[in-house]
């Protein structure tokens, strides 16, 4: 999976992610990766829409004709460099500069393996796997040269499971973070969370299986504050006691009760130290007014430097894990041939 371009210490081969974080300078930092994930409806999408018009200039504002002059003068000056990972959708809000929909079409898959929409998406994907490398040549070719921007937007499928789940989601969110300073930023629909804590917590339950999946830095982030405010969900992740009060308020409401109602109690006491790990990378941001965006990046920022170095040394670890599988597998497979040879003899 990872590409080596250079050696540690003891000779072993490293990804180019190593050498990025090593060399990147306060003048001239690294790529990072925003790769954006959430369930369907959580407003993925929009809030990528937001995160890009925040990085245009502020001159930009003046008009539309000054983006491309804008655009031009330095990575920390262009607009996020936008990538879109989503087959099915009909149309985006914001300039996505790789598109997979112009390299797969999602209704000819559909239609030629007689596949659902679930089933298509994920056909979509893994046939995109199979040239993502030129996708990474692209953007390390842009990197190398100074003409990629600062952050590097990722949007995902909707439906979550068929990216996060699957072996082409696992291709592409490792090829991203093998070559650049990767971040995972969980989307949470904060309305959807207010009606009810079970939800809450169902949320919370995906964004700690994700992070233990990719083992990439984690920024939870409350959508649609134009709604709700998200204080109670930072509330429930900093107090026990109040997230127990508030599955008594909805029991008492008639919205709870019975195994259900204890095993969301049960999660939430396993699930406290997540949450004194993560509360600190969580914000709410609103992608339709753009309340919150300049916290956004200040908390990625943050998991960003407090993050990467534990990144890297999982990173070695499961690069020591795979030689060690492979030499493994070498021995057996030398052993083998000497039975077999023996057995001819």
């Not at 499971?161 to 072996?167: H, L």
């Not at 504050?225 to 204080?231: C, G, I």
């Amino acid at each position: 999976m990872f590409e080596a371009t250079g050696n540690s210490p003891e000779g072993r081969s490293l990804p180019p992610v190593v050498k990025r974080i090593e060399t990147q300078t306060a003048e001239n930092p690294s790529p990072i990766c925003v790769l954006v994930v959430g369930m369907a409806g959580s407003g993925k999408t929009t809030l990528m829409s937001a995160l890009q018009e925040s990085t245009y200039p502020d001159e930009e504002e003046e008009g539309e004709d000054s983006k491309p002059a804008a655009a031009v003068s330095s990575p920390m000056t262009m607009p996020a460099y936008c990538i879109n990972l989503d087959p099915a959708t009909l149309d985006v809000p914001y300039n996505a500069s790789i598109d997979i929909r112009d390299t797969v079409k999602y209704k000819e898959v559909m239609a030629q393996h007689n596949l659902g929409p679930n089933g298509a998406i994920m056909t979509s994907l893994n046939l995109y796997a199979t040239k993502f490398d030129q996708v990474i040549n692209i953007l390390e070719n842009r990197a190398d040269n100074n003409n990629l921007s600062k952050y590097l937007l990722v949007d995902t499928p909707g439906q979550i499971e068929a990216f996060t789940w699957s072996a082409s989601g696992t291709i592409l969110s490792e090829s991203l973070a093998s070559t650049f300073p990767t971040v995972l930023v969980f989307v949470v629909d904060t309305v959807r969370c207010a009606s009810s804590p079970n939800t809450f917590m169902s949320n919370m339950l995906y964004a700690c299986s994700m992070y233990y999946r990719t083992r990439l830095p984690l920024v939870i982030c409350f959508n649609k504050t134009d709604v709700v405010s998200h204080e109670f969900c930072m509330e429930w992740m900093r107090d026990y006691e109040a997230f127990q009060e508030a599955l008594d308020n909805a029991r008492n409401d008639g919205e709870g009760g019975g195994f259900y109602d204890s095993l969301t109690r049960s999660l939430s006491l396993v699930l406290d130290e997540f949450y004194q790990q993560f509360q600190n990378n969580a914000c709410g941001v609103s992608a339709m007014t753009g309340d919150g965006i300049d916290d956004f990046w200040r908390v990625v920022e943050q998991a960003a430097d407090t993050d990467f170095a534990d990144y890297i040394d999982d990173l070695k670890h499961r690069i020591e894990e795979q030689e060690a599988k492979q030499k493994a597998m070498a021995r057996a497979s030398v052993k083998r041939f000497q039975r077999d040879t023996e057995a001819e003899n």
